[in-house]
């Protein structure tokens, strides 16, 4: 069965400095991962995805994320955290498990709380 | 454009009374549809998702159930709610078709408080 970790419940970061959330997947077949970001009180906001090609993959608001398969993670980044960037952040991946057929279901982490301080 | 709407945004509602939640999607025909629920702001949980309309998946055995009356249209009910229904629902869809590369996109959600 497909399923996805983030290990860290929360990550602070000064603004201006480097970020990384941190996701680790388990699939069986390819992978095909997600990144969404929820702010207070509001629905997921889409910000990338890896279906194929690149391993480093960019998305919305300056993030980008790196797929790496031997480590079987999926790790969100930006090179310069803004303060508005404090949200909470939830890595996905597909299930396509064995009888789930093309459903479309996301399975998602537990979410990580980015809090960029200024 | 495609876009998707969920309403009431916000519900209180007493232990033991109905419950109605209702999601619809623009700009697109035949989507997937699902509703999740989030509880204490953290994880998502998939409570149903629909591939047409009257085909309705359960994830998990609760108290909820769906319907999908129209093709663009997703609803969520309970005929008597409990304590631990409270939580924040969110209804989500893919346009279709669907292929394994497709993202999932989610309404505003709507927050739920049983007293």
């Known amino acids: 069965a497909q399923s996805v970790a983030q290990p860290e419940d929360q990550v602070n970061v000064a603004e201006g400095n480097p970020l990384t959330v941190k996701c680790t997947y388990s699939v069986s077949g390819n992978p095909y991962l997600f990144w969404y970001v929820q702010y207070p009180n509001r629905g997921l906001q889409f910000l990338l995805k890896y279906i194929t090609g690149d391993n480093l993959v960019k998305g919305s608001y300056g993030f980008e994320a790196e797929f790496n398969k031997s480590q079987t993670s999926f790790h969100l980044k930006k090179p310069s955290a803004l303060v508005s960037d404090s949200a909470l952040y939830f890595c996905a991946v597909r299930d396509i498990g064995l009888g789930s057929g093309n459903t479309g279901k996301l399975i998602f982490g537990q979410g990580t709380t980015l809090q960029v301080k200024p | ?115």
């Open chain 2, 1 to 115: 454009s495609q876009t998707i709407h969920q309403w009431p945004a916000t519900l209180v509602q007493p232990v033991g009374s109905p419950l109605s939640l209702e999601c619809t999607v623009e700009g697109t025909s035949n989507p997937n549809l699902y509703w999740y629920r989030q509880a204490a702001g953290r994880g998502l949980q998939l409570l149903f998702y629909s591939v047409g309309i009257g085909q309705i998946s359960s994830e998990v055995p609760q108290n909820l159930s769906a319907s999908r009356p129209q093709d663009r249209q997703f609803i969520l009910s309970s005929k008597k709610l409990l304590l631990s229904d409270s939580g924040f629902y969110l209804c989500a869809w893919i346009p279709g078709p669907v292929t394994s590369g497709n993202t999932i996109y989610f309404g505003e959600g709507s927050w739920l408080t049983v007293v």
